[in-house]
Nanobody
Framework: QVQLVESGGGLVQPGGSLRLSCAAA????????VGWYRQAPGKQRELVAA???????NYSDSVKGRFTISRDNAKNTVYLQMNSLKPEDTAVYYC???????????????WGQGTQVTVSS
């Protein structure tokens, strides 16, 4: 059984910073691509950032230069450092992880419960 536990969300003023963490717990054989989606009020769900098993990163245009995704395979954890936050970054952020639970099971995506990020003065 695998669970993704998110933390780090909260209320921050424009221009501030937050760091989101997502730890995968349980039977983790191998982490592959991991990343973050967000759902803002009245907007489409969007991929914020992703990092592959090989370390390649991708960011949405709206967060490039402000957000940084990283991973720690030893801790089975993915991070999202969010700087220069804007009100339009307000959303529920969901982490995901494509992983293998053992050496024979297929690759599967797991999702966190979501964490609220609110950017407001």
């Amino acid at each position: 059984q695998v669970q993704l536990v998110e933390s780090g969300g909260g209320l921050v003023q424009p221009g501030g910073s937050l760091r989101l963490s997502c730890a995968a717990a349980g039977s983790i054989f191998s982490l592959n691509a991991v990343g973050w989606y967000r759902q803002a009020p009245g907007k489409q769900r969007e991929l914020v950032a992703a990092i592959t098993g090989g370390g390649s990163t991708n960011y949405s245009d709206s967060v490039k230069g402000r957000f940084t995704i990283s991973r720690d395979n030893a801790k089975n954890t993915v991070y999202l450092q969010m700087n220069s936050l804007k009100p339009e970054d307000t959303a529920v952020y969901y982490c995901y992880a494509d992983l293998y639970t053992d050496s024979v099971s297929p690759l599967r995506a797991y999702w966190g419960q979501g964490t609220q990020v609110t950017v407001s003065s």
